[in-house]
């Protein structure tokens, strides 16, 4: 029997106990929204968002709609009752920061959102006024991913209206964890991985094969970069590759010196390159002197692996 270990589990199944205990406490008072469910906050809102639906701000088309009147987008539920730039004043500690301060005890001191679900329970209409309760919703047992090991915890809003009765509810999860050890160290860490998406791994992959691409539009044969779905000339989804020569000129450049990535060296030059073809890349140089960086001078691209993952175009400035 050891002891230790007992004890280990018997601190262990405390804090979960403890951790347990703030599962079903409301944060704080009621929030109040600070303005009614109205017109110009919807205008702007279906602006940004780009949607048309004319149910959202057109009076006679709303009126001929199943709803018969204007109504809010349900997606805009979390946004009535939001603080604004202002934090709110709360008076106290809420059962969230004590949660908080127990699991940073525990060092799990690092946070990243993971999802948020959201549940309308009807529609809204201008004039509605809205007010919000935050509870902890859920607290999971420990769980190890990528980021580290650590708990998700659950918030819940509900959304009630001016009679009291719920328009709906959010779910919002992240995970407070303990950073996983860093497997990279300054001297050997690789260079910064690209933001890839179903719109751009292509293009990456055409470099790990050795062919720096270009996305030109069937439709009206217009070149374009960086990738993208759409062809900004003639909104066209219709596309398809085509290899660059691999000659360019300098449009402009910086010398980077701060703030430090690991994986990358400084003083690091970044240029604007114009490909012969007419577009634009952003790259660093290569076998290049900083000396002889200048706008207007012309460059081969030269595709280099940077690791066995990440195969990249860089400018070799001629002299
Ligand atoms: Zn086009």
């Given amino acids: 029997m050891s002891t230790a270990t007992s004890q280990t589990d018997q601190d262990k199944q405390a804090f979960w106990q403890q951790l347990q205990s703030f599962v079903g406490k409301e944060i704080g008072p009621p929030q109040p929204a600070p303005d009614e469910v109205n017109i110009p906050m919807i205008r702007h809102w279906c602006e940004a968002i780009g949607d048309n639906n004319p149910i959202y701000l057109d009076s006679a088309a709303a009126a001929a709609s199943i709803h018969q009147q204007i109504v809010a ?19 106290g500690t809420s059962p969230y920061e004590e949660m908080n301060q127990l699991l940073f005890s525990h060092n799990f001191t690092s946070v990243v959102a993971t999802n948020c679900e959201q549940t309308y329970d009807r529609y809204l209409h201008p004039g509605d006024r809205l007010s919000m309760t935050t509870t902890i919703d859920s607290i999971s047992p420990e769980k190890t991913t990528a980021l580290g090991t650590g708990h998700f915890i659950t918030t819940r809003q509900d959304y009630f209206d001016q009679n009291n009765q719920r328009v709906g509810s959010m779910l919002f999860r992240i995970i407070r964890f303990r950073p996983a050890a860093r497997k990279e160290t300054a001297s050997n860490a690789v260079r910064p991985r690209p933001a890839t998406t179903h719109d751009n791994s292509w293009w990456f992959d055409g470099l790990q094969n050795a062919k720096l691409f270009i996305q030109r539009c069937t439709k009206c044969q217009a070149l374009r970069f960086p990738p993208g779905p759409v062809c900004p000339t003639c909104v066209s989804m219709d596309w398809e590759p085509v290899e660059a020569v691999g000659t360019g000129t300098i449009h402009s450049f910086v010398i980077t010196h701060y703030p430090q990535v690991p994986g990358l060296e400084y003083p690091l030059p970044v240029l604007l390159i114009d490909l012969d073809e007419g577009v634009r890349m952003v790259m660093n140089p290569i076998d290049t002197d900083i000396a002889d960086l200048a706008i207007g001078k012309k460059v081969d691209i030269v595709l280099r692996a940077t690791d066995d993952e990440l195969t990249l175009p860089f400018a070799k400035v001629h002299k």
Avoid at 83 to 91: E, H, L, T, Y
């Fill in 73 to 91: 987008p349900p997606t805009m539920l979390q946004a009535w009752v939001m603080a604004g730039i202002k934090p709110r004043v709360v008076s």
